[in-house]
């Protein structure tokens, strides 16, 4: 039924154009003005045309709109009270998006030509969008029109910190902003005033543990809120992982224990962290659960490169207590020598926890230099030869013959 309506004003538009002059006039201005809204509004913006008179010889047009989908919705015209009220027939299709327009008589005036009606999306997928004219036509071309494109802009206020930045602990104060459109003054709220209570200046009250949210509207029903962020027992505060300094024997392994303290009621199911070393002696070799707080959690992940290991930990029983977190085995390098530290960094519980972090020296004790005796001798086929240590080294020993197939040597007893 549109389409029949528009292919009728097209030929009223025909017709018209028989009787129209020839002449030019001057440049027709045609404008839709910068404009604002919330979401999910609706509202008429106006098509604005300055100063069309009798030497324009305007009889009928059509304009085709462009706009972003995604952010507004202009679903029909408005002509009461505009220039494009009768006697003037206008039709706005909102599958083409074109607007079609034809009169008897000559269109003259300025102001609203007409109201577009628009609808601003709930969630748009931007703050801003062009409504703009790809083809706009007055007596089917003969006439100069200049076009002024106009940008919608979604009126916006933002809460800051969306998440408190740090460690937020009961008895801790933190206090929020806003910036953008806003219009005092501002309510806030929290989502759980048992939790955390928030003034009227936007200062939030931790008062127990949990989590919360805050909410923040302005004058004009603008709204934020931040997103939803714990409230941790005074302890975790003084969260800390640790290493204690430690000496080892060079080419030795041994299990480095990894240190937390108090977790109790933080609700730890989850745990990483990356642990740092000297690569010229020390050498990362895997990550040990047994006898640790974290016995009981899944098998560790970990990644090593030269001088780094990554570990994540996780699992269904929330820790308890202090002590060791977990073991990293390492090995001394045969050459190490002079102490190096070992440091973390990445530490991070429940995926929003951090933690303090105490690093840790190690030191190299060089290897003792293991004294054989005989020192040498010489034998014959089928003759037998007992070796044992004089000095050095800590049983037990394994010996090893360099040509097995020259001469053999038990293993265990030299």
Same mark, same amino acid.
């Not at 628009?118 to 969630?123: G, L, S």
């Not at 010489?378 to 010996?399: A, E, H, I, K, M």
């Given at each position: ?22 002449? !030019? ?19 008429? &913006? ?72 628009? !609808? ?10 062009? &409504? ?5 036509? *007055? /007596? ?13 802009? &979604? ?42 209570? &928030? ?29 939803? *962020? ?23 392994? *041994? ?21 740092? *070393? ?24 970990? /990644? ?111």
């Amino acid at each position: 039924m549109l389409h029949r309506t528009l292919r009728r004003i097209l030929m009223l538009v025909s017709f018209v154009l028989l009787g129209a002059t020839g002449a !030019r006039g001057q440049t027709i201005p045609v404008s839709i003005p910068d404009t604002t809204a919330q979401k999910g509004d609706t509202l008429l &913006i106006p098509i604005r045309i300055t100063s069309l008179t009798v030497s324009d010889s305007v009889y009928s047009g059509h304009m085709s709109l462009m706009y972003d989908a995604g952010v507004v919705d202009i679903f029909g015209i408005e002509t009461a009270g505009t220039m494009a009220a009768s006697p003037v027939s206008a039709l706005y299709n909102t599958a083409t998006r074109e607007l079609a327009f034809a009169s008897a008589n000559i269109i003259t005036g300025s102001g609203v030509f007409v109201y577009l009606k628009t !609808r601003v999306r709930e969630t748009p997928t931007r703050d801003t969008t062009t &409504i703009w004219f790809p083809e706009t036509i *007055f /007596n089917e071309g003969n006439r100069n029109i200049s076009l002024n494109d106009g940008k919608l802009r &979604i009126l916006k206020m933002t809460v800051a910190p969306k998440s408190p930045p740090t460690l937020l602990v009961v008895g801790d104060s933190l206090q929020f902003f806003v910036s953008g459109d806003q219009i005092l003054p501002l309510s806030w709220t929290s989502s759980d005033t048992s939790v955390g209570k &928030i003034d009227t200046t936007g200062k939030f009250k931790a008062k127990a543990t949990g989590q919360a949210k805050v909410y923040v509207e302005d004058s004009r029903g603008l709204m934020d809120s931040t997103n939803l *962020f714990p409230v941790y027992p005074v302890q975790a505060a003084s969260l800390t992982v640790s290493a204690h300094d430690t000496s080892h024997t060079q080419t030795l392994e *041994f299990n480095l224990p990894i240190y937390v303290t108090n977790v109790t009621g933080l609700g730890i199911i989850a745990s990483e962290f990356t642990m740092n *070393f000297s690569s010229t002696r020390l050498q990362a070799i895997s990550v040990i659960q047994a006898g640790t707080m974290t016995d009981s959690w899944s098998s560790p992940a970990y /990644n090593i490169v030269s001088g780094q290991i990554d570990v994540v930990l996780a699992g269904i029983e929330e820790l308890v207590g202090s002590g060791i977190l977990v073991y990293v085995r390492m090995r001394v390098l045969p050459a190490a020598s002079g102490g190096s530290t070992v440091s973390f960094s990445n530490v991070l519980f429940n995926e929003n926890l951090t933690a303090n972090t105490i690093s840790a020296t190690f030191t190299p004790i060089a290897a003792p230099t293991v004294v054989v005796a005989p020192a040498s001798a010489q034998v014959v086929r089928n003759d037998t030869l007992s070796f044992f240590v004089t000095s050095g080294g800590t049983p037990p020993y394994v010996w090893s013959s360099a040509n097995p197939t020259v001469a053999s040597i038990n293993p265990s007893t030299g």
